[in-house]
């Protein structure tokens, strides 16, 4: 089992739609959550982070985090073609005080 | 705002040869980091740095080795490189403590080896 997994995609939506964007982690142990966002032929880019179950905001982009379920999400409300990306997830686990990314969700938001 | 700079955007080498990736950054962070990126593998540590002279392993250090002498550089060295080294290196930078995850990347490197 890998540590942190995604589903590849691509996620598919249409613009103004709400893109789901799931992470599922291995060590129950991780304190830290975060989300990257990756342009093609760029470098990935911090846009969230969460440390608490429950759910964090900022302005389109919200964060949600289950614990006892072992899963981060991201949702992306009224999805821009610019949100056309892939989304990496990356969770600190509690061995070795790293991050550890999952391989990425690409998303394409279609006008 | 935070600026990490790579030497190189692309570097094209032949297997055996000694390959040296330099990374810079300007905001007096204490940690670094070396990551390898594959398509459908994500971001792989290869070795970090919390210090000057300081290493430690990541996940995937076979055939790497570091050098961090000045706390705003860390430079990553192929002692012989091969073919399965091409890839897209991409360095990081982050802050001490617990914002130590708040990773800030430098452009990247496209690594070819033939």
């Known amino acids: 089992q890998k540590e942190v997994e995604q589903n590849s995609g691509p996620l598919s939506v249409p613009e103004g739609a709400i893109a789901s964007l799931n992470c599922t982690y291995s060590?129950?142990?991780?304190?830290?959550f975060f989300w990257y966002r990756q342009y093609s032929g760029k470098s990935p880019e911090l846009i969230m982070f969460?440390?608490?179950?429950g759910d964090k905001e900022d302005g389109r982009f919200t964060a949600q985090l289950n614990k006892a379920s072992q899963y981060v999400s991201l949702l992306i409300r009224d999805s821009q073609p610019s949100d056309s990306a892939t989304y990496l997830c990356?969770?600190?686990?509690?061995?070795?005080?790293?991050?550890?990314f999952g391989a990425g969700t690409i998303l394409r938001v279609k006008s | 705002d935070v600026k990490v700079t790579q030497s190189s955007r692309y570097l094209v080498k032949r297997t055996g040869e000694k390959v040296f990736l330099e990374c810079v950054q300007d905001?007096?962070?204490?940690?670094m980091f070396w990551y390898r990126q594959d398509p459908g593998l994500g971001l792989r540590l290869i070795y970090f740095?919390?210090?000057?002279?300081?290493?430690e392993k990541g996940d995937i250090p076979e055939g790497y080795s570091v050098s961090r002498e000045k706390k705003e550089r860390f430079s990553l060295i192929l002692e012989s490189a091969s073919t399965n080294q091409t890839s897209m290196y991409l360095c990081?930078?982050?802050?001490?403590?617990?914002?130590?995850?708040?990773?800030?990347f430098g452009s990247g490197t496209q690594l070819s080896v033939l």
């Open positions: 740095s919390y210090d000057v002279k300081m290493k």
């Open positions: 905001m007096d962070h204490e940690n």
């Open positions: 990081a930078s982050s802050r001490g403590g617990r914002a130590n995850e708040k990773l800030f």
């Open positions: 969460i440390y608490s179950n």
């Open positions: 060590d129950r142990g991780s304190q830290s």
């Open positions: 990356a969770v600190n686990v509690e061995y070795g005080n790293k991050l550890v």
